[in-house]
């Protein structure tokens, strides 16, 4: 699916969400960095010389949500994958930046790794 080089990054300030996104994801064999705070995640990605092909973010978070999250990495990482999660649907359709997925907590594993698939193919 993809190199092994390449890494994933899961932010939630909910851990237990985080860690269970995290959890799923080593069953598909990816590389996955979890983190709670979204500021560790910009001083992770500036910091790192992996190639880091996506980012799964919730929403609200303190401090930086999602998509402030997302654009930031995105100005890093131009060709970075972004996936949004939100327990709101409307966050997803009033977004000014354009997320590459958008799933909707209660999370379900299959729809989260389906997505994953996808977008590491493209």
């Given amino acids: 699916m993809n190199k092994e080089s390449d890494i994933?990054?899961?932010?939630?300030?909910?851990?237990?969400?985080?860690?269970?996104?995290?959890?799923?994801l080593q069953t598909l064999n990816l590389r996955i960095f979890v983190f709670a705070d979204p500021r560790q995640?910009?001083?992770?990605?500036?910091?790192?010389?992996?190639?880091?092909?996506?980012?799964?973010?919730d929403y609200n978070m303190l401090g930086i949500n999602g998509e402030e999250l997302a654009e930031e990495v995105k100005r890093l990482i131009p060709e970075i994958k972004t996936i949004l999660m939100s327990g709101n649907v409307d966050i997803a359709e009033s977004s000014m930046f354009k997320f590459d997925g958008f799933?909707?907590?209660?999370?379900?594993?299959?729809?989260l790794g389906e997505m994953v698939k996808t977008l590491l193919k493209k």
């Fill in 41 to 57: 995640v910009l001083s992770f990605v500036s910091g790192t010389k992996h190639k880091i092909a996506l980012l799964i973010a």
């Fill in 103 to 111: 799933l909707e907590k209660p999370l379900f594993a299959h729809k």
């Fill in 8 to 24: 994933i990054i899961v932010v939630d300030d909910d851990a237990v969400i985080g860690i269970s996104v995290a959890e799923y």
